[in-house]
Structure formats: structure tokens, C-alpha cells
């Protein structure tokens, strides 16, 4: 059954109509001693039944499904016991989904409730299968307000974590009931047991130190350090980030290659604010241990790395350039994932370029800008069988790495998408050469972007190019009005003037051939021809375009046919419009008109209200530098693909802040990196002020061991050390990952292990596609590869 039919609101009453006589039917089988197969019709419908219900809690449908929690009780005991020695746990993990959210003693009896509870302790501590063990463990610490259920959720995670026993099965249960605290503490307690719930939360975070100093299992240290920063950040007296020190940090990430991914991603994540360096010889020797992560196979374990060592580059006072291109060259990896990871690596990308510009500022060289990424602009070329939100993120990195050594490439390829057959990568890529024709406002960029356009006019005469055309020239000259010189006006008014069909392309010429009308020798009779006769049939924005174009007309040269078309426009505006903002708009400027010739009111104070100068338009691509600072603490989270504050995406949510520390540096610009062959001058330069000696050493020993570049499409292959972690230790819980977990499979399955990198597969080889060979397939290619029986 598709999704469509299954997300729909239903109300009980129909449900238990439809499905009631086969769950009477499945419930008599069972009675009876026999089995129900795991493919027959009567298993299918009831599977179909728990869907429908399940998915109306995405209607907010809670109270109207309460009332079907019988019947999701009665499958559960039907199939938990045909399910549980076998692959399909479908049934079973939808009947606790359910259980979760429904049971509440405001809507279940009591009597009901104790028979969910004692099927669910049954289940915790008697099942072999620990997916359903661990299924059961979630269920009664999400239920709140129930103290049956935190009773017996504490009773199950006292004795599972005070067993001494080594046994795999026994340290995943243990790690289980360790990630479960948290969640079990929070929101179960009354106003009234405040004392207590002080008591057991101290309980628990002296129990999780005591585990995390003695345990030997990599994974039960890294499950006690995630609980212990739930704990520390969300509840009181601490509400602040878990604090490690120097020497914690070290030995937690010397551990790190016995994590599975999932549990990688979540111990770099918190490290970030956890680890305050005091000096800048801790941030050096923890950004070494950390860099072979850059070469992890998952998406989110590099994401989190990058951000740990952005985060400890604040506490540097330089970094080596070998280690900026490590960063790099991960990036160029990541962006080879499935779209949808791609996408976030871009938007992170994105993040970066906002944040890290200018850095480089005591560089000896003469360069108009370098920044923290050292990626060729050729990796963010369109391609093809890009989806849309992938095409709008690179057209976005294109504007911002766009400088005057590269315009030239940008702008080939912006034109080459603006004769895309898709019409709306088409008008994005014309209104992107506006962008950078405005945002180069020295050397010859602004020239070459206003060349494309031009030739792109003359090449090229669909509507939607021309209209897109016109509106981004309006633009261009509202930053350069020297600009629009006589032949490039007489080119855009004469020649499409009547191509105009949109509003903003209309408002674009009327606005064109008000400002520049002394290049125009008819503009009065063009202006009535085209825009002022068809007034009233026009949008709100182009009436207010005519109407102020027709009083800065009488304004500036008071002659007959100037005020033949001002009285004109305005006696249509009053007296034929009924639109309530053009009419009071009218009658201010008519007001105004009528006080000068009257003499009431002065020329220039009414020119300088109509017609007076405009400040020139800038784009502001500038984020705060709080708020970026913040985003550089949550990169890899929705709040970076936003580009918001995290509370803006996430209310509950706090504010992330740089810890104070003596390395703190004052302004993040003051980072140097270095190169490796202007090493000794730039440290000399730094003198008695920068870097001390023991820090350059022991800081900078990885500045020796930078990886080739793979900045550019070359095809040159990726360096030795560039290779991606696949290895684990024997720590019997990295045979247990976070999605085998939830997999269904029982205890004695043979299925082959599923790991989050299963999905998120790294790229072998990087650089196997030549820049030469364009990426982005014109149309005319594609065409021709379609039709044509030759290769290509």
C-alpha cells in the first residue's frame, strides 16, 4: 500500500470496523496453539492496521487512536512470539511505537496498563533476542508519569550496569541501559520531588565517572560520556557543557579507532566545547590527534572533525597549510556522497567561505583574498543531473570564491547555464553574472559580467533570457550608473521594449527608461506607448513604476507632453484604479505637484522628494559574526544548512559560545597559516608576541606531513595517507552498531553487519574526471548524444 493511502486521518471507530474481525481471527489462531505465517494476508493487514494508526500521530490524531490500544495490545501479544525468532519485527516495533505514545493513566485503566507492564518486563528480562530487550528498555523510559514504569526501567539499569560480567551480550545491555539514564530522568519527576530528583541524578553522574574511569570497553566509556553530557547540560546546578581535560581528551580520542561510526560522530561532537586548550601547545597536539578522522568513511564523523578542529583553531595562533588542504581534500571526498549528503557538505562549504575569508592577512604575498578551503572553483560546476537545491548551492559557492583571477571561468560557465533548457537554472545563472557584475566593483569584472549579458541578448532571443536580462541590468546600473552608456540604452529600450510581459521586468525597463531618458530622444512617446495606455491593466508593482515615472518626467522637464502624460496617469490613478495604495499615492504627488505651482513649496525640496539621488546599491553577503560563530559550533546540524541561529531552527535549544581560555584568540582573522615554504619567515615575523618555541615544535610536527593536493580536476591520483578507516578492535560491542540494533534480527542471526557507512560508502578514487571534459552537459550535446549512432 503506498504512503498516500496510509498517511491519511482516520477515526477509530472506521479502523476498528475494517481491521477488527482479522485481529479476532489472528487472536483465535493464537489462542489455539497455532502460528500465522510470515506471508499471509492476515499478517499483512494487521501490518497495514498499525501503519495507518502509527502515522496519526503525525496528524496530532493522539486521543482518537487511544482508543484502539486494546486491539495494538492484543497484536502485540499475537505476533511478539511468532516474530521473535525470526528477521520480521515489524509488528512489534510499531505496537511499541504506539505504546509510547498513548500510555498515559489520563486516557489507559489501570488494569490495562499493569498488563502492558508485565508483558513488558517479560519481555525485558526473559527474551534472548536483544533487540526487543533493548526495544523494551526505550519503551518504559519513554513512558512518563507512570511510576510502575520508572521503578521497574531503574530496577532493569541498576543491575545491568553494577554486573561485573564481559560477556558481548552483557556489555551491550549495559551500554543500552547507559544511554537510556538520561532519557529515563528527564521530565518523570513533580515539582514535589525535586530533593529526590537531585539525588538520583548525582546517584547516576557518580555511577557514569566511575564506569568511564574503569571501564575497558572503548564503547561503554563513549556511552557514559554522551549520557553524562545530556545530564550536565539540561539539568541543574551545572546547565553548561561537560568539561574534560587535557590528558581525558587525549586518551578519549586515542580510542576513537575502537568506535563504530555512529558512536565516533557523537564522542567528536561533544569534545567541541567539552575540550577548553589552555595553551596553544594542548590545541596543537590535540588538532594531530585528531586529523586521521578526516579520512573516516562516514559523512557525519568527518563533518563533526572538521568542525572540532574550526573550533580549536581558535585557540592556535597559526596553522599549517598542509593541515587546511587535509581539510580540504575531505571536503572533495565528501562531496562524491548521495545527493542529499552532498548537499549539506555544501551548505557546510558555504559556512566556511562566510567565516574563514581573509585569514591569511599577514601573508607576504600581494593576494585579494585566501581562504581557510583551498578548493578549485571546478569542483562546484554544475552538473547535469544535478537536482535543483544541489544547482542553487553551487551557483551560490560560484558567487562567493568569484574574484578577478577567476571571474573569467565563473562567467563561461554561468553562460553556459543560462542557455540551460531548464528555465529555472536559466534565470537563476542570469540573475548570478548580475550578482557578480555588482559585487566586483574593481578591476574588470564588472566589464566581462556586463559583456556576457550583451552577448547572451545578442545570441540568444527567448523571452523569459531577455526579461531576466533587463531586471539584472537594472541592477548593474544602480551600483555603475556610468554604465549605462547611450549605446547600451538605445540597445535594451529600443530593441526590447516590447518583449516586457513580467512585472519585474517591466518595472526593470520603466525604471531603465526613466534614469537614463536624456539618451533617448522619444522616451516620453515609448513610455506612453507601452506602459502608460495599458495603466490599469497592469500589476500593483508596474503601476507604481508609471506613476512615479510620470511625475519624475514633469519634475525634470515641465513641457506639454510631460504633463499631458503625468495628469493622464495620475487622473487614472485616482479616479479609474481601486486599489487604495496607488489612489493615496497619487494624491500625495498630485498634492505636491499642486504646491509648486502654487509656489507653496520650493523646486528643489520637490525634485530632491521625487527625484533625488539613490544611494548605490551593495549585496550584502556579510552573516554577523556571532551568529557565524555559532554556526561554525554546529556544523553538520539543520541550523548550518539554514545558515540561522540554532534557536531560530530549534527553540529548545541553547546558544553555543567559545569558552574562555588564555589561547583564546581576540579576533578569528589573526590566524596565520602557513605554508610550508615560507615556514621560517612567517614564524620569524610572528617574534616574542606569537608562537613560542616548545609550541612550534611539538605544535607544527604536522605541518611536515601534509597529503598531496587534490585541489584541482587534474586526475592525479590522492596521496598514500588519504585513505579511509574501515578497521575496528575486537571491543565486542563494535559487532553491535546503532543500526544492527534496530534491525530486527535475533540474537543468533547470520546476517552481515549494518553499519552507517553501509549507505554513506567513501569514494575510492577522487580525481578520475578531467576538468576538459565539461561536466556540465550543454543541451545541444545531449542532443546529440541522443540521436546521434556514433560515439560521441
Keep these: ?31 489455539s496453539g497455532g502460528t500465522i505465517g510470515n506471508n499471509s494476508n492476515k499478517k499483512k493487514k494487521i501490518e497495514i492496521f498499525l501503519k495507518k494508526v502509527v502515522a496519526n500521530f503525525t496528524f496530532n490524531n493522539h486521543l482518537e487512536m487511544s482508543k484502539l490500544y486494546f486491539e495494538v495490545f492484543q497484536c502485540l501479544k499475537i505476533f511478539h512470539t511468532t516474530s521473535s525468532n525470526n528477521k520480521d519485527s515489524l509488528i512489534t516495533n510499531l505496537c511499541y511505537q504506539y505504546i509510547q505514545q498513548i500510555t498515559t493513566p489520563q486516557l489507559i485503566s489501570q488494569d490495562l496498563i499493569q498488563q502492558v507492564l508485565k508483558f513488558i518486563i517479560n519481555d525485558l528480562y526473559y527474551n534472548n533476542n536483544q533487540y526487543f530487550s533493548t526495544l523494551a528498555l526505550e519503551t518504559l523510559c519513554y513512558i512518563k508519569k507512570i511510576p510502575e514504569y520508572t521503578f521497574e526501567a531503574l530496577k532493569y539499569i541498576d543491575h545491568n550496569i553494577e554486573s561485573e560480567s564481559n560477556s558481548s551480550i552483557d556489555l551491550i545491555k549495559k551500554k543500552t541501559c547507559i544511554e537510556a539514564i538520561p532519557n529515563l530522568l528527564i521530565d518523570k519527576f513533580s515539582n514535589k520531588e525535586q530533593q529526590q530528583k537531585k539525588k538520583i541524578i548525582d546517584k547516576y553522574i557518580k555511577l557514569l565517572w566511575d564506569l568511564f574511569t574503569n571501564s575497558d570497553s572503548s564503547s561503554i566509556r563513549a556511552s557514559c560520556l554522551k549520557s553524562l553530557q545530556y545530564l550536565y547540560v539540561n539539568f541543574e546546578p551545572w546547565n553548561s557543557n561537560l568539561q574534560l581535560s587535557f590528558d581525558e581528551s587525549k586518551k578519549i580520542i586515542k580510542t576513537l579507532g575502537n568506535l563504530n561510526e555512529w558512536d565516533k560522530s557523537c564522542i567528536i561532537n561533544l569534545l567541541t566545547l567539552s575540550v577548553v586548550p589552555k595553551t596553544h601547545e594542548e590545541s596543537y597536539a590535540i588538532i594531530d590527534m585528531i586529523l586521521p578522522q578526516l579520512q573516516a568513511s562516514n ?309 530632491e522628494i521625487i527625484d533625488g539621488k539613490l544611494p548605490l546599491i551593495t549585496l550584502n553577503n556579510k552573516l554577523d559574526p556571532l551568529i557565524l560563530e555559532e554556526l561554525e559550533l554546529n556544523i ?89 578507516e574501515t578497521e575496528f578492535d575486537d571491543d565486542p560491542l563494535n559487532n553491535f552498531s546503532r543500526n544492527n540494533s534496530f534491525s530486527g534480527t535475533g540474537g543468533g542471526s547470520t546476517s552481515p553487519k549494518k553499519n552507517i557507512s553501509d549507505y554513506d560508502k567513501p569514494v575510492e578514487n577522487v580525481n578520475q574526471i578531467k576538468r576538459k571534459n565539461s561536466l556540465v552537459k550543454k543541451p545541444s550535446m545531449l542532443a546529440r548524444k541522443l540521436t546521434l549512432k556514433k560515439k560521441f
Design 1 to 31: 500500500m503506498s504512503s498516500q493511502a496510509i498517511f491519511v486521518k482516520h477515526k477509530a471507530s472506521e479502523l476498528k470496523q475494517e481491521y477488527d474481525p482479522v485481529i479476532q481471527e489472528s487472536l483465535n489462531i493464537y489462542n
Design 299 to 607: 559523512t557525519s564523523t568527518v563533518l563533526q572533525t572538521i568542525k572540532f578542529i574550526l573550533y580549536l583553531s581558535n585557540y592556535v595562533e597559526a596553522l599549517s597549510y598542509s593541515i587546511t588542504n587535509r581539510i580540504s581534500n575531505s571536503i572533495i571526498a565528501l562531496l562524491h556522497k548521495p545527493n542529499e549528503l552532498k548537499f549539506l557538505v555544501l551548505r557546510n562549504v558555504i559556512l566556511l567561505l562566510l567565516s574563514r575569508e581573509h585569514n591569511n592577512s599577514s601573508s607576504t604575498e600581494n593576494k585579494p583574498r585566501e581562504n581557510f578551503l583551498n578548493i578549485d572553483i571546478s569542483y562546484f560546476f554544475v552538473e547535469f543531473d544535478d537536482p535543483i537545491y544541489i544547482k542553487d548551492t553551487k551557483l551560490e559557492l560560484l558567487y562567493l570564491m568569484a574574484d578577478e583571477k577567476n571571474i573569467s571561468i565563473i562567467l563561461d560557465e554561468l553562460k553556459e547555464y543560462a542557455i540551460d533548457i531548464d528555465t529555472q537554472m536559466s534565470r537563476k545563472a542570469i540573475r548570478a553574472i548580475g550578482n557578480l557584475a555588482v559585487k566586483l566593483d574593481s578591476g574588470n569584472g564588472k566589464k566581462e559580467a556586463i559583456a556576457v549579458l550583451l552577448d547572451l541578448l545578442d545570441f540568444c532571443s527567448v523571452e523569459y533570457i531577455v526579461q531576466e536580462i533587463i531586471s539584472v541590468f537594472k541592477n548593474i546600473f544602480r551600483k555603475y550608473p556610468n554604465e549605462g552608456t547611450k549605446s547600451i540604452i538605445s540597445k535594451l529600450v529600443t530593441n526590447y521594449i516590447d518583449v516586457m510581459e513580467e512585472s519585474e521586468s517591466k518595472s526593470a525597463m520603466i525604471w531603465i527608461l526613466t534614469e537614463y531618458s536624456n539618451h533617448l530622444p522619444q522616451y516620453l512617446t515609448l513610455f506612453d506607448e507601452y506602459f502608460v495606455k495599458i495603466f490599469l491593466q497592469q500589476t500593483f508593482e508596474v503601476q507604481c513604476s508609471i506613476l512615479t515615472s510620470a511625475v519624475k518626467f514633469f519634475v525634470r522637464d515641465s513641457n506639454k507632453q510631460s504633463e499631458e502624460v503625468c495628469v493622464k496617469v495620475l487622473k487614472m490613478a485616482t479616479e479609474q484604479n481601486g486599489n487604495p495604495d496607488i489612489r493615496d499615492k497619487s494624491f500625495m504627488y498630485w498634492r505636491l505637484l499642486s504646491g509648486l505651482s502654487t509656489n507653496q513649496i520650493p523646486v528643489e525640496i520637490v525634485k
Design 636 to 724: 553538520g546540524s539543520a541550523a548550518s544548512i539554514y545558515l540561522k541561529p540554532v534557536q531560530q531552527v530549534f527553540r529548545q535549544n541553547k546558544t553555543r559560545y567559545l569558552p574562555q581560555s588564555p589561547a583564546l584568540l581576540p579576533n578569528k582573522t589573526d590566524l596565520v597559516i602557513i605554508h610550508d615554504e615560507k615556514r621560517p619567515s612567517l614564524l620569524a615575523a610572528l617574534g616574542t608576541g606569537g608562537i613560542n618555541s616548545s609550541s612550534r615544535t611539538g605544535s607544527l610536527r604536522s605541518m611536515d606531513s601534509g597529503i598531496p593536493s587534490i585541489r584541482d580536476r587534474s586526475g592525479s591520483r590522492v596521496g598514500s595517507d588519504f585513505s579511509f
